[in-house]
């Protein structure tokens, strides 16, 4: 990754990267990466805080990650509704069974990180192929630990049409019953088909069209939000990246900027 040149237009007004991958990194790449940071608004998507599980927090990591905001100046920080740890790392984002008990397990957690990190934090309803013991609807669930962590939301267009067509229901619904109020910036990618009826989020192809038209009914129930397009792997060239980037920016000049939450 190499500083561009400040007379290069770029079709982006933030960037987003994992902590875990950075925290760590210094000399002559942490030198590049502060260049970016310094030139472009920067928010922070985590992987490894686990908040749905088992084992104690990692307020070693947190305290690396607390550092690392205030270095950098990072705009928001994001982590995932799920947990991914049990005194190890499972290399997976593992679904958080949709009970009471779980949302106030994990409320709890997610104030502690809050409180550590005096700021408030935004979660990603994730995508997932399972509901272990699932005791109230995803929306419910999700609607309730964020209301009783007090924190904000991560809405991830594609989570919502991959989980829709997996557990078979209306993404349009999905959506418009979060809590608009809440949500702090958006993600939108590409998913792999494994199936007509099974889809699997990998941010390793392109957006399809049900997808923005999500985002577009997105915008419309909540205004124009902040959107970032994830892409893992497969990268297109630069004309057909920055072209789905140009379609974000479309989308978002057709609605106003105001949310009606």
Wanted: charged share 20%.
């Amino acid at each position: 990754m190499g500083p561009l040149s400040r007379a290069e237009s770029v079709p982006f007004d933030f960037l987003e990267v994992a902590p875990e991958n950075w925290i760590p990194m210094g000399g002559r790449l942490g030198k590049q990466f502060r260049t970016f940071t310094e030139r472009f608004p920067f928010v922070c998507h985590g992987l490894s805080l686990s908040l749905g599980g088992p084992a104690p927090l990692d307020f070693g990591l947190l305290a690396d990650i607390k550092a690392f905001l205030e270095e950098h100046r990072i705009r928001c920080y994001t982590e995932h509704l799920s947990y991914c740890s049990d005194h190890g790392h499972l290399y997976d984002l593992m679904p958080i069974p949709f009970t009471e008990e779980a949302v106030h397990y994990v409320a709890d957690r997610i104030r502690q990180v809050q409180d550590f990190l005096e700021q408030p934090i935004g979660i990603e309803h994730v995508s997932y192929y399972a509901a272990p013991g699932a005791q109230m609807s995803e929306i419910d669930f999700i609607n309730a630990v964020v209301k009783e962590a007090d924190c904000q939301l991560l809405l991830d267009v594609n989570n919502a049409y991959v989980n829709s067509i997996n557990h078979h229901y209306d993404p349009y619904q999905f959506i418009s019953a979060l809590p608009g109020e809440r949500i702090c910036y958006v993600h939108i990618a590409g998913h792999y088909d494994e199936a007509e009826d099974l889809k699997v989020d990998t941010h390793g192809s392109a957006v399809i069209e049900p997808v923005w038209d999500l985002l577009a009914h997105a915008y419309r129930q909540f205004g124009v939000l902040p959107t970032l397009l994830e892409r893992d792997f497969n990268f297109p060239d630069q004309d057909e990246l920055f072209a789905e980037l140009n379609r974000i920016g479309d989308y978002q000049h057709q609605w106003p900027a105001s949310r009606t939450g």
